[in-house]
């Protein structure tokens, strides 16, 4: 789903919404989200999942084309982690289709 299908889905299931509202509605989310992350909290979802920081430490990489060691500074990437509703609707919903699990 992308974030223009976010909106239409929105717009569609809340018929007071114009599609700009829609469209101001998740963009005020997601920039909520995203300055939440930027200055380091933890967001969690109820029945959906958490996102939160992690590290990366810095290490010693490798340049594929010369093979010269290259130093990579440390990151800090945003990690999703689904709640328990989430990962069971998933499975579900995997099971029923007859998933990847399935032969």
């Known amino acids: 789903m992308t ?18 509202d ?3 509605a998740v ?15 933890r967001i969690e979802i109820r029945g ?10 810095p290490r010693m990489g490798r340049n594929p084309r010369s093979g010269q060691s290259v130093a990579i500074p440390e990151k800090r990437v945003p990690h999703f982690k689904p709640g328990k509703a989430l990962r069971e609707a998933v ?13």
């Open 91 to 103: 499975d579900q919903r995997a099971q029923r289709a007859g998933g990847p699990d399935k032969p």
């Open 27 to 41: 963009k005020a989310i997601l920039d909520a989200m995203n300055e939440a992350l930027v200055r380091g909290h």
């Open 48 to 57: 959906f999942g958490s996102f939160s920081i992690n590290r990366r430490p």
């Open 3 to 20: 974030r223009s299908d976010l909106v239409d889905e929105l717009a569609s299931r809340f018929g007071q919404l114009t599609q700009r």
């Open 22 to 24: 829609a469209e101001f």
